[in-house]
């Protein structure tokens, strides 16, 4: 029986780590993942955790996870490196709406945990700011590419 259990255990870690990988890919590397393998692997080892404690209910470590994948997407802005963060942000900001709707459907059902509000107030906060980084940064890539479009013609 206990057997069965780990077995158990270890499909489901499979079946997560799966998922994740699906969503992870690297979007026409020309360096090839040389210069950005540590943040690769690190923004994946979070959102594998991230998934893990979602699954188990902590949604605070989910969501200080989360922001760390994010936060290490902010770190590969160098040129070939911005399409792979570009690929990653919608991702993680999808799994963020997903665990703020899971925090809002729980504080609102019959067997509702008060304690996960804060945690509610704090994702919603930590999205917000995910979507204005995002945001910023697209309106600063299109003015660029404006600035640097009058020299080139």
Not at 5 to 32: F, G, V, Y
Not at 44 to 55: A, D, G, Q, W
């Amino acid at each position: 029986m206990r057997y069965k259990n780990k077995d158990l255990i270890s499909q489901i870690n499979t079946l997560h780590s799966n998922q994740i990988q699906a969503k992870i890919e690297l979007a026409d590397c020309p360096l090839k993942a040389m210069m950005c393998e540590v943040h690769l692997y690190s923004i994946h080892i979070s959102l594998l955790e991230t998934e893990k404690y979602r699954t188990e209910k902590k949604y605070e470590k989910s969501v200080e996870s989360l922001k760390s994948a994010f936060d290490k997407t902010t770190e590969l802005q160098n040129n070939p490196c911005t399409k792979c963060a570009n690929h990653y942000r919608p991702n993680i900001i999808e799994t963020m709406e997903t665990i703020i709707n899971e925090l809002y459907s729980n504080s609102n059902s019959i067997f509702r945990k008060k304690n996960q509000n804060p945690t509610h107030t704090r994702a919603v906060g930590i999205l917000r700011e995910m979507k204005h980084l995002v945001n910023s940064t697209a309106h600063l890539s299109e003015l660029k590419g404006k600035f640097l479009g009058n020299y080139l013609n």
